[in-house]
């Protein structure tokens, strides 16, 4: 700690303060006041009160407890295959295994890839006719093309495979760098014990990198949860016929779109609430581990 | 335990084999958009899986770069996201300093607040702030998007910085005050320039976090000539026979300068975010 003026640390901190305060804390509030009035771009200037008939709408329409379902599928899917296929990987990469710089760069490249050109690039491939994702299915192994982008439930099925390949490289990196941090006695422990190589994972491993791995589980759960991106620009603004939509895509679109803005903001505070409960709980829960550990 | 490195027992192989097979499986997509930029205009409807296309060329390049406003989106994208990068270090690195040298009323809060803001759906943020652009007329305008991206990339970037700044020993500002330098010129000629590594993961993050930016420029900007590159390449994208070739060279020319960097900075990425994460 710093002798200094005591105005000095504000003084600092004031000119990002201000653009905080001006871009997220003033919207926010303003997004809350906006979900209690019927804004609309009929009613652009001439919004009133309408108290709480835009939550009603919300939680009483069934669209939102069907969107709800695929968000939860959407992140639960996702974060579980990131999680997964990125240990996986940071575990056989951190073994005797040649040509290692290259293998961990060629996997890491999705993430250093721009969000939206790997978004775009996946619908190119997912194209019923010319899309590689089917020629490869028609030519290699001799299945029947699939309808990717025109069946809802195969158009929601590709942003999902995009979103894996998109997020496992974090996970990745992530873990490998949790692995360098294990020490060897632990391992030379375990097999004085006599463990194979699944306990070791179970017993030593995974327990090791678990501290390293909440935090951005926690955070990639959170960012997977509110990607608007990836959907939007695979299933190309939800088609078909908005039925590719999770919670977030589906308010950016009622926006945006459909100019409905008091009732996207009643929406996205709904949106921002159950997050909200979901971290407080994640974190009471990890804090109240980490007393009885 | 440790057998000898050049022992090939069956299980190495496999491991190898699929860590390879994986990896080529990874890439396998931007190889596709190297493939596309270089058909032919006569191959648009091609069913081929050949990597290099029968009588590959560069036209989708040349017309990139010459026929389609690809390079005022790019000049647009330049003005955006340095004024963004401008903004996002000196605003990080002041407010990181204060988080990681002094303790005040508010510190902690404060933190914490950054670190909320990753919470918000980005239709809360964007909503309203479209809202009020419309009323003072900065839609259309490049200062819209530069005030919502700086807000974006704030949070992690005074994180990042915050973490750094931790490590650096304080002692050698506070020989520099007893030598008679005001804790801003302490601030600004002893810590700064130590803190150069993760003031360029700063620069990268704000830099990157305007460059690829689609959703909030495509609700504020609507005119073609104001487009950022990401508007521009969808426009490209929406329509798959025609412009896809055109598409992906564009899209390679945007890529691989970005990609080079991040692998390059890879590295430092990594220790910035654990760094950052150690202590609350």
């Known amino acids: 700690m710093l002798r200094a003026p005591r105005s000095f640390p504000y003084a600092l901190l004031l000119p990002a303060t201000i653009v905080m305060l001006a871009v997220v ?189 909440v935090p951005s589980i926690l955070l990639g759960t959170i960012w997977t949860f509110n990607n608007t991106l990836v959907v939007w620009l695979v299933s190309n603004g939800g088609q078909p016929a908005d039925a590719t939509h999770i919670l977030v895509t589906y308010i950016y679109k009622v926006a945006f779109t459909y100019s409905r803005y008091s009732y996207a903001a009643a929406f996205s505070v709904v949106v921002f609430l159950l997050l909200l409960g979901f971290v407080m709980y994640v974190m009471r829960r990890t804090a109240s581990q980490e007393r009885t550990a | 335990m440790k057998k000898p490195d050049h022992a090939w027992t069956p299980g190495r192989v496999f491991v190898q084999a699929f860590l390879v097979l994986f990896a080529l499986a990874t890439i396998y997509p931007i190889v596709q958009i190297v493939t596309i930029s270089l058909r032919p205009g006569d191959q648009l409807y091609s069913t081929s899986l050949a990597i290099i296309p029968e009588g590959a060329s560069l036209r989708a390049y040349r017309t990139m770069l010459f026929e389609k406003p690809f390079l005022l989106w790019m000049r647009n994208s330049l003005i955006v996201s340095l004024t963004v990068t401008l903004f996002g270090v000196t605003l990080a690195s002041t407010a990181a300093y204060a988080f990681s040298r002094f303790r005040f009323a508010g510190r902690s809060a404060g933190l914490y607040l950054f670190l909320m803001t990753q919470m918000f759906p980005a239709t809360m943020l964007m909503l309203p702030l479209y809202v009020l652009m419309k009323n003072l007329h900065l839609l259309d305008t490049f200062a819209g998007l530069v005030v919502a991206y700086t807000a974006t990339a704030l949070p992690f970037c005074v994180w990042t910085m915050r973490g750094y700044y931790d490590t650096i020993p304080y002692e050698l500002e506070q020989a520099a005050l007893i030598d008679g330098c005001t804790p801003w010129e302490a601030f600004v000629k002893v810590t700064l320039p130590l803190a150069a590594p993760a003031l360029s993961i700063t620069a990268l993050f704000s830099f990157m976090a305007a460059w690829s930016e689609f959703l909030v420029a495509r609700i504020v900007i609507s005119r073609q000539e104001m487009f950022t590159l990401p508007l521009g390449l969808e426009s490209l994208a929406g329509q798959f026979q025609t412009e896809w070739a055109n598409y992906a060279a564009g899209s390679l020319l945007v890529c691989v300068p970005v990609m080079a960097l991040f692998v390059a900075l890879t590295r430092n990425i990594v220790s910035g975010l654990s760094v950052g994460g150690v202590k609350g």
């Open chain 1, 25 to 213: 804390l003033f919207p926010l509030g303003y997004s809350f006041w906006l979900a209690f009035r019927n804004m609309s771009l009929y009613h652009f200037r001439s919004h009133e009160f309408v108290g709480l008939d835009n939550f009603r709408l919300v939680l009483t329409e069934p669209i939102f407890w069907t969107l709800l379902g695929k968000s939860l599928v959407w992140t639960s899917v996702n974060v579980f295959f990131h999680v997964a296929v990125g240990v996986l990987l940071a575990i056989l990469l951190s073994g005797p295994v040649r040509g290692k710089t290259i293998l961990r760069t060629m996997l890491v490249l999705p993430w250093a890839m721009p969000q939206y050109i790997s978004a775009l690039t996946w619908r190119g491939m997912f194209n019923f006719e010319y899309g590689a994702i089917n020629l490869i299915l028609k030519q290699w192994l001799h299945l029947p093309p699939v309808p990717w982008l025109s069946d809802p439930t195969w158009a929601f099925v590709a942003p999902i495979l995009t979103n894996i390949w998109l997020g496992f490289p974090f996970m990745m990196v992530v873990a490998l760098g949790g692995l360098t941090s294990i020490p060897v006695e632990l391992y030379e422990a375990a097999d004085l014990d006599g463990a194979n190589g699944w306990e070791k994972f179970t017993n030593v491993t995974l327990p090791s990198l678990m501290p390293v791995l």
